[in-house]
């Protein structure tokens, strides 16, 4: 069936890039997404890649798509305190239900 | 803004009672989600609804039943709480089941004694 992976923790230095990485089955998603949630609050959607791109870049977000190898990333450049969160990969599926990694806590060190 | 609100940020509830969790949206979306988090295990699809009066099951419907009398409004239901499902529950709105355009409420921590 399909499905997400994702590492559960990623430790980086404040000011370091992180990169969040995930690997996903259905080689038919059409869409990527990567949503973030801070302590004690629902989900919000970060940033979203469309399958025939291969790169999107907002600000300190970069997302790369591997079609290939079936791998997407997150990057965020120069890491802040306030990044802190668990970040959930999640592909759009077969029907229009969305498969959900099990989310990366990303950890700030000082 | 969308606004998706979950009537019950914290609950404890004892096995065996029966459990309503509310969730009200309101932007007139036509699908709404009731998902659970587990730690390690992402978010897990319980029940969703894509019209007034209409439900599907998702992924763990086992032990939650649904109800959306009114669009604006989508409850999961614990007819009888058990400690395996002490569990974070994410209500989500959607207006057409994309990513891009799903939103969540802030979460509603149960916990079963």
Same mark, same amino acid.
């Given at each position: 069936?399909?499905?997400?992976?994702?590492?559960?923790?990623?430790?980086?230095?404040?000011?370091?890039?992180?990169?969040?990485?995930?690997?996903?089955? +259905?080689?038919?998603?059409?869409?990527?997404?990567?949503?973030?949630?801070?302590?004690?609050?629902?989900?919000?959607?970060?940033?979203?890649?469309?399958?025939? #791109?291969? #790169?999107?870049?907002?600000?300190?977000?970069?997302?790369?798509?591997?079609?290939? +190898?079936?791998?997407?990333?997150?990057?965020?450049?120069?890491?802040?305190?306030?990044?802190?969160?668990?970040?959930f990969c999640a592909e759009k599926g077969s029907n229009y239900q969305l498969i959900w990694g099990a989310g990366t806590k990303l950890?700030?060190?000082? | 803004?969308?606004? @998706?609100?979950?009537?019950?940020?914290?609950? @404890?509830?004892?096995?065996?009672?029966? @459990?309503?969790?509310?969730?009200?949206?309101? %932007?007139?979306?036509?699908?709404?989600?009731?998902?659970?988090?587990?730690?390690?295990?992402?978010?897990?699809?319980?029940? &969703?609804?894509?019209?007034?009066? %209409?439900?599907?099951?998702?992924?763990?419907?086992?032990?939650?039943?649904?109800?959306?009398?009114?669009?604006?409004?989508?409850?999961?239901?614990?007819?009888? $709480?058990?400690?395996?499902?002490?569990?974070?529950?994410?209500? $989500?709105?959607? &207006?057409?089941? %994309?990513?891009?355009?799903?939103?969540?409420?802030?979460?509603?921590?149960?916990?079963? @004694?």
């Amino acid at each position: 069936g399909e499905d997400v992976e994702q590492s559960l923790f990623l430790s980086v230095r404040e000011g370091d890039s992180s990169v969040i990485n995930c690997t996903y089955t +259905d080689s038919s998603s059409t869409y990527l997404y990567w949503y973030k949630q801070e302590p004690g609050a629902g989900l919000q959607l970060l940033t979203y890649i469309f399958s025939n #791109m291969d #790169m999107k870049q907002d600000q300190r977000l970069t997302v790369l798509l591997n079609k290939k +190898d079936k791998h997407l990333s997150l990057r965020i450049a120069d890491t802040q305190t306030g990044d802190s969160a668990i970040y959930f990969c999640a592909e759009k599926g077969s029907n229009y239900q969305l498969i959900w990694g099990a989310g990366t806590k990303l950890i700030i060190k000082p | 803004d969308v606004k @998706v609100t979950q009537s019950s940020r914290y609950l @404890v509830k004892r096995t065996g009672e029966k @459990v309503f969790l509310e969730c009200v949206q309101d %932007m007139d979306h036509e699908n709404m989600f009731w998902y659970r988090q587990d730690p390690g295990l992402g978010l897990r699809l319980i029940y &969703f609804s894509y019209d007034v009066k %209409m439900k599907e099951k998702g992924d763990i419907p086992e032990g939650y039943s649904v109800s959306r009398e009114k669009k604006e409004r989508f409850s999961l239901i614990l007819e009888s $709480a058990s400690t395996n499902q002490t569990s974070m529950y994410l209500c $989500a709105s959607s &207006f057409d089941g %994309m990513g891009n355009t799903i939103y969540f409420g802030e979460g509603s921590w149960l916990t079963v @004694v």
